[in-house]
Nanobody
């Protein structure tokens, strides 16, 4: 079992920054892929970023968001800069097994464990 707890969400003006954190407990953190997804009101959950050997990003956040992890502290971070109103969503942390193909990291099916989410609101 892996437990994931997100923090760091909040209200920010467009152009601002936020740093999300996800603390993991349970199975060996370093051997998992860690991902961030988001779900805006009325929309499906979508991939944001992942860290598993390498880093992976959705096109919509490339150059603005950075995923990083501290394996010693079992924590993964999402630094979000130049935020836009369209980044408003509930952000979820997820953990899954490392896989041969990184294709899995871009979909919810690549992850076995999910946090409860943290809300990010970007005002215009």
């Amino acid at each position: 079992q892996v437990q994931l707890v997100e923090s760091g969400g909040g209200l920010v003006q467009a152009g601002g920054s936020l740093r999300l954190s996800c603390a993991a407990s349970g199975r060996a953190f370093g051997r998992n892929v860690m991902g961030w997804f988001r779900q805006a009101p009325g929309k499906e959950r979508e991939f944001v970023a992942a860290s598993g050997g390498s880093t992976y990003y959705a096109e919509s956040v490339k150059g603005r968001f950075t995923i990083s992890r501290d394996n010693a502290k079992n924590t993964v971070f999402l630094q979000m800069n130049s935020l836009k109103p369209e980044d408003t969503a509930v952000y979820y942390c997820a953990a899954g097994p490392l896989r041969y193909s990184s294709t899995y990291y871009y979909t919810s099916q690549g992850y076995d464990y999910w946090g409860q989410g943290t809300e990010v609101t970007v005002s215009s």
